[in-house]
């Protein structure tokens, strides 16, 4: 006998998005019906519903459908609450110990950057900036360089959606407040390996960030270090030259302990 308190609904629909694991990356409504046992119209019903979530999505040629963004995300906050955080976060201390400046991670949840994991200098002084930032805060991805990192690592049938529905407000002097310029500064983190953030979230603060990949090759993170103006005002290529060095290494030492191998 089912519990009051179970969801049928739930369970099917838990159901259809495990099947994509299983069986997956492409279905169609016939395959997914099959597989949960259910009719053709009930099956639409949820599959409507969780593309709409943004949990599956559809092919407009083939009417096939896969995992969409919402599951990614879920995917990624998993993987980094349970593996990331636990691997990242001896390296990022000695990042910021080396560095003088906080460290931090970050994932993408929707259009937003999470961070779950952040270690400030132990040094007694530095180059570091507290903006009252934790485990947990939340920071448009648009205008942070983790928030670029990952947005520029994102499939384009995925990020296209996200780009959709954000709002590019200035939030600092030199916020990308226009799409296609944003477009062309996620291009230039995918060549270069490296975001740079140049006062686009708040007057005077500085950051540079490197992603994280899993052993499947998957950015599924980034970390980043910041600085601000009133701390050290040299250019933001010098910036990148002194601390872009051992922020890619750190980046390079948590993904190979994640099972990434590079083939170069």
């Not at 995925?158 to 529905?165: C, K, Q, Y």
């Amino acid at each position: 006998m089912t519990a009051p308190s179970y969801s049928q609904s739930l369970e099917r629909g838990l159901r259809i998005l495990t099947e994509f694991a299983a069986h997956g990356p492409v279905l169609g409504i016939a395959d997914i019906a099959r597989a949960v046992d259910l009719n053709r119209s009930t099956t639409h019903r949820y599959v409507a519903t969780l593309t709409s979530l943004g949990f599956l999505q559809q092919d407009p040629e083939t009417k096939k459908y896969s995992l969409g963004p919402r599951a990614a995300d879920l995917g990624f906050a998993a993987i980094s609450s349970m593996e990331i955080t636990g691997v990242a976060a001896g390296h990022l201390q000695a990042l910021a110990d080396e560095t003088g400046c906080a460290a931090s991670m970050a994932v993408l949840d929707g259009a937003d950057i999470v961070y779950v994991e952040r270690r400030r200098s132990r040094r007694a002084a530095g180059l570091a900036v507290d903006l009252n930032l934790h485990v947990g805060s939340r920071l448009p991805a648009y205008c942070t360089s983790m928030g670029k990192v990952l947005l520029a690592y994102r499939d384009p049938v995925a990020l296209r959606p996200l780009l959709d529905r954000m709002d590019l407000a200035r939030r600092g002097p030199r916020t990308i407040t226009v799409r296609e310029q944003l477009v062309a500064a996620l291009a230039k983190v995918r060549q270069a390996g490296i975001a740079v953030n140049d006062e686009e979230l708040a007057p005077g603060l500085r950051s540079i960030a490197a992603p994280i990949r899993d052993r499947s090759a998957h950015v599924v993170a980034a970390i980043n270090v910041a600085v601000h103006l009133t701390t050290w005002t040299a250019s933001v290529e010098s910036v990148v030259s002194r601390l872009g060095g051992p922020l890619l290494r750190t980046a390079a030492e948590i993904s190979h302990q994640l099972g990434y191998r590079s083939n170069s």
